[in-house]
C-alpha cells in the first residue's frame, strides 16, 4: 500500500502548530495521507511542558509522517519562502494565541489573496474573537473552564482534571474534520475557507448531555465519582483481587445482573424496584451489590457477566490495556522505525477503513529539526547557492 492510495494523499499541507491541539489535528491529516511540511523556528523548541525532548516519546509519537522545514518567520526572506509554499499548499494549521498569526503577517486575510483556494485552520485557547480571544489557554485551563472539572472526581473531592489532555485532543480532532469538510465544500466552490475551533469550545460540545441537562432540565450536575450520573447502577465494584466495571441500568439489565450473582431478591426491593427508586438509593444499592461481587476475583465476575450478557469489563493499567487480547488484535500500537531511535511502537488511528489498511498510516518518522530543509526550499525553486545564503543568515 504506497500513500497514493490514502484518502487525503492529493493535499498539501503547512504544519505551523505547536504543543498539543493543532498538532493533534495535523497528525489526523498527515496519517491519512496528507503531504505536510512542518515549519518550525531554527532553533529548536520542541521541549514541552512535561520534559519530553524531540527524540522523546511524546514528540515520536505526535509528529510522525512529516517532514521538517526550518524556517525563521519573523523576517521578511522567511515570510516570502512561507508564501511560496502557501501558493500552492490547499491547508495551513496553526494554534498560534488568536493575535499571534496577524502579527506575524501569515493569518487567512493575507494568505487568501495569493491562494484563494486555501483552507486556513486555527486552534486557540477560547475563540478568535470575543473578550477572552487573545488570553492564553492551555488543556487544564479550558477542563475547568468549561465545566468538565466540576464534575470530574469523587464527590465532595474537589475539581479533578481528567488524566488525558482532552480538550486539546478533541479540538484537534474537530479542526481535523472541519477541515475535512473544508475541503470537501471547496470541491463545489472552488475556494477555500477560513475554519477554527477552540480548546474551550471543543470542551464544551464534549459535556453533551451533562450540558443539556443545564440548557434544557436546568439540572448543575456534580461529581458522581464512578457511578454513572443517571443509569444505575453503573460503577466500580470491588472484587476480591481489584476492581471492576459492571453497567446494568434499565430494569432488563438490573434483572439479569441480579440473576446471575445470586442476588434475586434486589430487583423486588421497594426501593430498587424502580429506575427512579435505584437513584434515590444508589449508594444502599451499590453496597449491597459489593457485598456480593467482593467474594470473588475480577476473572469469575468478567466470565460470568459476560455469559449473562451484561456490561462489564477490567480496569486496566495502561500496559494492561495494551496487553490485552483484543487491543492486540485491532493492532492499535503500530511500529515505525526511526533512523536514529530504531524500531518504536507509537498509538495508532482508531478508524478503520476496508480499503485503506491501518499499516499504510505510517510512513515517515518524527522529524529532526530542519530535516528536509533543502529538499522543501529545492522543490520550489530555491537552488544550492541561495540555500546557503539563507543558511547564512539564520532564515533557514
Known amino acids: 500500500m504506497t500513500s497514493s492510495r490514502l484518502p487525503l494523499s492529493r493535499f498539501l499541507v503547512l504544519d505551523l502548530t505547536h504543543a498539543r491541539a493543532g498538532p493533534t489535528c495535523v497528525r489526523q491529516l498527515a496519517d491519512w495521507g496528507a503531504e505536510v511540511i512542518k515549519i518550525e523556528p531554527p532553533e529548536d523548541i520542541s521541549r514541552n511542558a512535561m520534559g519530553d525532548t524531540r527524540h522523546g516519546f511524546d514528540f515520536q509519537n505526535l509528529h510522525r509522517n512529516k517532514r521538517s522545514l526550518s524556517l525563521n518567520l519573523k523576517t521578511e526572506e522567511g515570510k516570502a519562502v512561507f508564501f511560496k509554499l502557501a501558493a500552492k499548499a490547499d491547508v495551513i494549521v496553526e494554534n498560534f494565541r488568536s493575535d499571534v498569526k496577524t502579527r506575524l503577517g501569515v493569518d487567512y486575510d493575507s494568505v487568501r489573496k495569493i491562494n484563494p483556494r486555501i483552507v486556513y485552520g486555527s486552534i486557540s485557547g477560547f475563540g478568535q474573537s470575543g473578550p477572552y480571544a487573545v488570553r492564553p489557554g492551555v488543556d487544564q485551563i479550558a477542563q475547568g473552564m468549561g465545566g468538565l472539572m466540576s464534575i470530574t472526581g469523587l464527590p465532595g473531592q474537589g475539581p479533578v482534571r481528567v488524566g488525558i489532555p482532552v480538550c486539546d485532543l478533541t479540538a484537534g480532532i474537530l479542526l481535523a474534520q472541519a477541515v475535512t469538510l473544508a475541503l470537501l465544500d471547496r470541491e463545489s466552490t472552488g475556494e477555500g475557507q477560513w475554519v477554527h475551533t477552540s480548546l474551550l469550545e471543543a470542551q464544551i460540545q464534549m459535556l453533551d448531555f451533562q450540558g443539556s441537562r443545564w440548557l434544557i432540565k436546568g439540572e448543575v450536575p456534580k461529581q458522581a465519582g464512578n457511578d ?30 441480579c440473576t446471575a450473582i445470586g442476588a434475586e431478591d434486589l430487583p423486588n426491593h421497594p426501593d430498587y424496584k424502580t429506575p427512579q427508586a435505584r437513584s434515590k438509593n444508589r449508594h444502599a444499592l451499590n453496597a449491597a451489590l459489593a457485598e456480593v461481587t467482593k467474594t470473588k476475583p475480577n476473572a469469575h465476575w468478567d466470565e460470568l457477566l459476560y455469559k449473562a450478557g451484561v456490561p462489564c469489563g477490567p480496569i486496566n493499567s495502561i500496559d494492561q490495556t495494551f496487553n490485552d487480547p483484543q487491543v492486540k488484535h485491532s493492532g492499535i500500537a503500530k511500529s515505525i522505525n526511526h533512523p536514529e531511535l530504531g524500531a518504536l511502537k507509537v498509538v495508532g488511528q482508531a478508524i478503520n477503513m476496508t480499503k485503506t489498511p491501518q499499516p499504510a498510516t505510517l510512513r515517515r518518522h518524527s522529524p529532526n529539526l530542519g530535516e528536509h530543509t533543502d529538499e522543501v526550499l529545492k522543490e520550489i525553486g530555491y537552488d544550492s547557492a541561495a540555500i546557503k545564503d539563507l543558511r547564512a543568515r539564520n532564515i533557514v
Open 228 to 257: 454513572h450520573p443517571t443509569g444505575i447502577p453503573t460503577g466500580v465494584f470491588p472484587t476480591s483481587d481489584g476492581h471492576i466495571n459492571i453497567a446494568a441500568s434499565g430494569d432488563h439489565m438490573f434483572k439479569r445482573l
